[in-house]
């Protein structure tokens, strides 16, 4: 007797255009044979669709971001397969959950290691502010320690918002400046922090 | 003879009369006070005596009474009698100013960790305690987080708008 089916009675057709994500092709001049383009748009490229994560999970946060990293919203597909928990091969340091004053100096201490160019995503309302710990015992934000780039509000926010983060990351990578780590700025920045 | 709350009263009035007062059973659980020069005195009592034998340090902590003048900071120990299963509450009093008390480390130690987090949030100072240094704060904290005169919230928030919490 045949099974009843509840799933997937409709299976649709697989398509390789409309499955397989590919990135869009920069401004160049092309001939036959050759491609010419900007050396900083093929580094950004390549750089923001490689990014390897850093996660440091201290909370609820963190289980959002196993969620993220399941298959369901799988973060994988955006270049980010290989999460790393060796901060000297990492890009992006995320940062999730409530960071204790006596934890800082274990984040700041795990950012130097990573080697530059290197990105900060403070994920949640604890990593950016503290969150609801407004208290002696807990650090109000986690860009008193170290520069961040992007911040994804919630408490914890749904994997969509911290997808939506990655995107704004993948974005500021793919256009950094290759020199913006050597100027005069970037290190007035790091500076503040007490950064070399 | 079970051990019972006016039984342990009783044998406590024997020993050390008017050294202790402010008797009390709230919930149940035998609760008194003593001076705080007699706090090992009377701990070693209930730790030594085979009818007390009161062997396990359940807790200590502090309480900060702000308007107790004098008398401001409650060191709380919590003992339990294993063999009876029968717990009862120690409490001394100390002037916040001059906040020196015996360390129950050489009787109980469980104490050393205990009065170590007691100094970390209340800043009673344990004499001699091994090593009486921060245990759960940072330690380049330089104040006593839970005393009250020190305010609860950070301090060095600056994205909290006091309009939008109705305060003023």
């Not at chain 1, 850093?54 to 270049?79: K, N, Q, V, W």
């Not at chain 2, 030594?48 to 120990?77: M, N, S, W």
Request: charged fraction near 25%; charge should be negative; glycine fraction near 6%.
């Amino acid at each position: 007797m045949a099974r009843p089916v509840r799933f997937n009675i409709h299976p649709k057709e697989t398509n390789i255009h409309d499955n397989i994500a590919i990135a869009d092709m920069p401004e160049g001049s092309q001939g036959g044979g050759y491609f010419a383009t900007n050396f900083e748009k093929i580094v950004g490229l390549a750089r923001k669709n490689s990014i390897w994560p850093l996660p440091f999970a201290t909370s609820c946060c963190g289980i959002e971001f196993m969620a993220l990293m399941a298959s369901h919203y799988d973060l994988a597909r955006f270049g980010s397969e290989r999460v790393s928990f060796s901060p000297r091969q990492c890009d992006l340091l995320m940062v999730m959950g409530t960071i204790a004053k006596k934890m800082a100096p274990i984040v700041k201490q795990v950012y130097l290691q990573m080697a530059e160019p290197r990105w900060v995503l403070a994920m949640g309302a604890c990593a950016s502010s503290g969150g609801i710990f407004d208290s002696y015992a807990v650090l109000q934000g986690i860009d008193q320690i170290i520069p961040v780039d992007v911040y994804v509000p919630g408490c914890p926010p749904r994997p969509e918002a911290v997808l939506d983060g990655f995107i704004k990351v993948q974005d500021l990578v793919g256009k950094e400046n290759l020199r913006r780590r050597n100027s005069e700025r970037y290190k007035e920045l790091m500076n503040s922090y007490g950064i070399q | 003879m079970a051990l019972t709350n006016g039984t342990i009263r009783q044998q406590l009035t024997e020993k050390f009369g008017e050294e202790i007062y402010d008797w009390s059973e709230p919930y149940g659980m035998l609760t008194f006070t003593s001076h705080k020069d007699l706090n090992l005195k009377v701990l070693q009592h209930l730790f030594d005596d085979p009818t007390l034998q009161f062997r396990f340090l359940t807790d200590i902590c502090a309480v900060h009474y702000p308007e107790k003048k004098g008398a401001e900071l409650a060191v709380v120990y919590h003992l339990h009698n294993l063999v009876e299963n029968i717990r009862i509450r120690f409490k001394v009093f100390t002037d916040v100013n001059k906040p020196d008390v015996f360390s129950a480390t050489a009787l109980y130690a469980s104490a050393n960790w205990m009065e170590r987090e007691t100094y970390d949030f209340y800043g009673v100072n344990f004499v001699g305690h091994p090593n009486l240094v921060r245990i759960l704060n940072a330690d380049e904290m330089d104040y006593f987080p839970m005393r009250k005169e020190y305010p609860l919230e950070e301090q060095t928030r600056v994205d909290k708008d006091d309009e939008m919490f109705g305060r003023d």
